[in-house]
């Protein structure tokens, strides 16, 4: 009898993307969470996929144990009987590291951009060819023929260190999670590390400082707007509210014209990754235009709804560079329009940190609306930072809201609304919502 793949936490983003990408190839699988509802399971369910309570007897028979990062003895009854048992189970980035060696691996790492590269990334070469992968998003796919594995590279608490990919991309090097790295050169001391992991090709944007610093045995290839010093440049870009056109040249070869239906100087920047790494992995630049141009984005990547004709955009952005990116797609989609920021600082340590940045990067927007702080399971908030110590750095027109009341963001006549953060800043979303639908406007 063929073995289970048992996930605990199996309701996790990578982890159910997981999940569904080895039942798809063909493997059995299960996993146990809470009985709270999170929207990762709904793929888990319809695929048919068992999702149990936590429970000690979930653990009997043939399984290979797969655990998610967030359970220890101390808080979850599978992981303590595993351990008095001597039960193995393996970490979801340790699974990864060795599941990916029977692929022609390519993995996509960086501060920022991760989700949205290896999205354009997935998109285009599961066209192609028979491919595996698994987005940042929680989206996951698996192909029982598949030679090709894309998947997205964490350096949170250096998780990316078991993973042997033959290409790679690194969008840029940041400063964040400061929970866990210390500086900068922190951060960069873990890229360079996991770039020493690469066999076939390591593709870097050129224009980053550190990045320019990293070393490895794998050739590195620069890309970037600016010719000089770079391998692969973006130039004659035509940014229109239909997405961004732009043509990308090898070492000043031409290499055609590319469309991509998104927005934003840094969706470029990922498109132009891609396209550097498929052309030198040798695959049919005429396939990989063809399938850019269907690329329809990931989730909580400037996913855009319209309710009672008010456009709302919702993403993923929790830090500076972020913002900036997310308010420069709005503008380019949006030229006519007043962009509304609505913020959730994430974390109180990334809040104190970055303070001044998230001030500067949001007074790119026409006016400013924060949320609480919402703080992690990882931290304590100890009154070192309040968002009115945000509030008062902004000099665009801001105001504090609350889930239960919204109705300051009536206040503007033509305006996107942009709500941004990575905690629970939908439920502010969910509840402007309502407002709008509840709206009647009296035509007689």
Not at 72 to 89: F, M
Not at 220 to 233: C, L, Q
Not at 241 to 264: A, C, D, K, M
Request: aromatic content about 12%.
């Amino acid at each position: 009898m063929a073995k289970t793949y048992h996930f605990i936490g199996i309701k996790g983003s990578g982890m159910s993307a997981l999940a569904l990408m080895l039942h798809q190839m063909g493997h059995k699988v299960q996993g146990s969470d809470v009985d709270k509802y999170y929207f990762t399971q709904r793929g888990l369910e319809q695929a048919g996929i068992t999702i149990l309570p936590f429970d000690e007897k979930n653990l009997q028979g043939d399984i290979e144990i797969i655990a998610g990062n967030a359970f220890r003895p101390d808080n979850n009854v599978e992981i303590a009987y595993a351990d008095q048992n001597g039960l193995s189970y393996k970490r979801y980035h340790e699974f990864l590291g060795s599941f990916m060696r029977d692929f022609v691996s390519m993995g996509v790492a960086g501060a920022h951009g991760k989700t949205s590269t290896t999205g354009i990334l997935s998109h285009v070469l599961s066209h192609i060819t028979d491919t595996s992968y698994l987005i940042g998003d929680g989206t996951g796919r698996g192909s029982e023929n598949a030679k090709y594995f894309v998947f997205e590279s964490d350096e949170y608490e250096r998780h990316f260190m078991p993973y042997h990919p033959e290409y790679s991309i690194i969008t840029n090097i940041d400063f964040d999670h400061p929970d866990y790295f210390t500086s900068l050169e922190d951060v960069f001391n873990a890229f360079n590390d996991y770039a020493k992991q690469i066999t076939k090709g390591l593709f870097v944007y050129g224009e980053d400082e550190e990045l320019r610093k990293i070393t490895t045995n794998a050739p590195i290839y620069y890309y970037g707007f600016e010719e000089k010093n770079n391998d692969f440049v973006a130039s004659d870009l035509l940014r229109s509210t239909t997405g961004s056109t732009f043509t990308v040249y090898f070492r000043g070869e031409n290499l055609g014209q590319f469309h991509i239906p998104t927005f934003g100087r840094h969706n470029i920047m990922n498109a132009t990754a891609v396209i550097g790494l498929l052309y030198t992995a040798g695959f049919d630049l005429d396939l990989v235009r063809e399938h850019l141009n269907t690329f329809g984005g990931v989730k909580r990547r400037f996913t855009e709804k319209v309710v009672n004709d008010t456009v709302i955009i919702d993403d993923f952005a929790h830090h500076p560079t972020e913002i900036i990116a997310t308010l420069d797609a709005a503008r380019q989609k949006y030229p006519s329009k007043e962009i509304v920021a609505i913020f959730q600082p994430h974390t109180f340590t990334r809040t104190i940190a970055l303070l001044d940045d998230f001030a500067q990067a949001l007074n790119q927007a026409d006016a400013v609306y924060l949320a609480q702080i919402y703080g992690s399971a990882r931290e304590v908030d100890n009154g070192d930072v309040k968002v009115e110590d945000l509030a008062s750095k902004i000099n665009k027109k801001n105001q504090i809201i609350t889930v239960e009341n919204v109705s300051p963001l009536l206040d503007h006549d033509n305006a996107v609304y942009v709500f941004m953060g990575a905690g629970d800043i939908q439920t502010y979303e969910y509840s402007f919502e309502r407002l709008l639908s509840n709206l009647t406007s009296n035509v007689q």
